[in-house]
């Protein structure tokens, strides 16, 4: 639990809704990380952090290397703002972006794009007409198929090691693109709580699948190219993907900031390093008070989980019936019974970096300072 009567204290001065970091517990956080991948080097993951500083912090300390970004405009922006090894998430489809990454020697060596088809390959070339040689990654599918179920995101279509070594001989035919890495990220370990047995046996069964597979797709595609990198994993998964020896580093973003959604895990619980306060505008009942806006719903299914949640006071709870709304946001408990008008509530928002597309700033809480982060939205920056 964090010090919310110390950030209550030193935020007093702000006008609600505003969002908090605080740095001591991102710092151990970040050094938890760097302790679950076992000298595995951890690239951050930008969607999860959206915020300069703090990439910035989390690169600073040992055991971190490198950005994952999820969009190509974001990419060019952190290569020009002097990140030097970025490689993308996901596929792009980002035209302007992607002519702009041809005819740049500098950033078309800081960066990596992410793809799965060769359709991808023929985008990039007909949208750039040629230019400079494009570093490219394949994306592998690393869900767990069993019992006729497909367990896992719907990702790459890419998951055999035959599947894997075509694509690969088709991209180091081109001279246009540099094959470079491969990659792997296994959803069904890395975001699911550890909320039951069934739960767990997924995740051992899925860990043994993906290393016997990952292993064979590596060794195919060192057959055609010398890999730069295999990246797997995420905040969830760095002790099952650190460890398997083709894994060359490991992504994790979400772990720096605690969100809710990373309270149910057996093997690590990260500090609850994030948060954001609302303020009390009415008392409905005596144990209701009811908060200004915050009705800031995660991504993903549409269910509980989802929900940001009432942390302090303790003992709060959103109402079944209304949620967390727009422009109000009741909670309900004992503890709503000593709230007043003009008082504050603190939540904790389901996912990680999501939040800030709400917030131009994020205030960094360092010991008893109090100083101004600019999030990407303070930047005037929305990558989708």
Not at 32 to 51: F, N, Q, W, Y
Not at 173 to 186: N, R, T, W
Not at 317 to 327: F, I, K, M, Q
Request: net charge neutral; aromatic share 8%; glycine share 10%.
């Amino acid at each position: 639990m964090g010090d919310f009567d110390s950030y209550g204290r030193l935020t007093a001065d702000l006008e609600p809704p505003y969002a908090v970091v605080d740095l001591a517990a991102f710092r151990r956080n970040a050094d938890d990380l760097v302790r679950r991948a076992a000298g595995t080097p951890i690239r951050v993951a930008s969607k999860s952090v959206r915020c300069r500083a703090l990439i910035t912090e989390a690169l600073q300390r040992p055991g971190f290397h490198g950005v994952m970004a999820y969009s190509l405009p974001e990419a060019l922006w952190l290569a020009r703002n002097g990140v030097d090894d970025i490689l993308m998430g996901y596929p792009t489809v980002h035209r302007a972006a992607l002519r702009e990454l041809a005819a740049d020697a500098d950033a078309a060596a800081r960066i990596t794009l992410m793809i799965d088809d060769v359709q991808h390959l023929e985008f990039i070339k007909a949208t750039t007409g040629g230019g400079e040689r494009i570093q490219v990654c394949l994306d592998v599918d690393a869900s767990l198929r069993i019992f006729g179920q497909h367990l896992g995101v719907r990702r790459s279509p890419l998951r055999t090691p035959e599947q894997v070594l075509a694509l690969a001989h088709t991209v180091a035919a081109d001279d246009a693109f540099e094959l470079v890495g491969v990659m792997f990220y296994e959803a069904q370990i890395a975001g699911l709580p550890d909320t039951s047995p069934a739960v767990r046996w997924v995740k051992r069964r899925s860990a043994a699948e993906l290393s016997e597979r990952r292993g064979l797709v590596v060794d195919a595609v060192k057959q055609v190219a010398p890999l730069r990198l295999v990246n797997s994993g995420g905040t969830g998964s760095l002790e099952v993907s650190s460890a398997d020896p083709a894994v060359t580093e490991v992504t994790a973003g979400s772990g720096l900031y605690g969100p809710t959604l990373f309270d149910k895990y057996d093997v690590f619980q990260p500090e609850h390093a994030v948060a954001y306060a609302l303020g009390v505008v009415r008392r409905p009942a005596p144990r209701i008070a009811t908060l200004f806006g915050g009705g800031y719903i995660a991504s993903g299914p549409a269910k509980k989980s989802r929900q940001p949640s009432p942390t302090w006071p303790a003992g709060l709870g959103l109402l079944g019936t209304e949620g967390a709304g727009e422009v109000q946001t009741p909670v309900r408990g004992e503890s709503a019974r000593g709230l007043r008008i003009g008082d504050r509530v603190w939540m904790r928002y389901a996912k990680a970096g999501e939040l800030l597309e709400r917030f131009d700033r994020l205030y960094a809480i360092d010991g008893t300072e109090l100083t101004e982060l600019v999030t990407y939205r303070g930047e005037g920056k929305n990558f989708g």
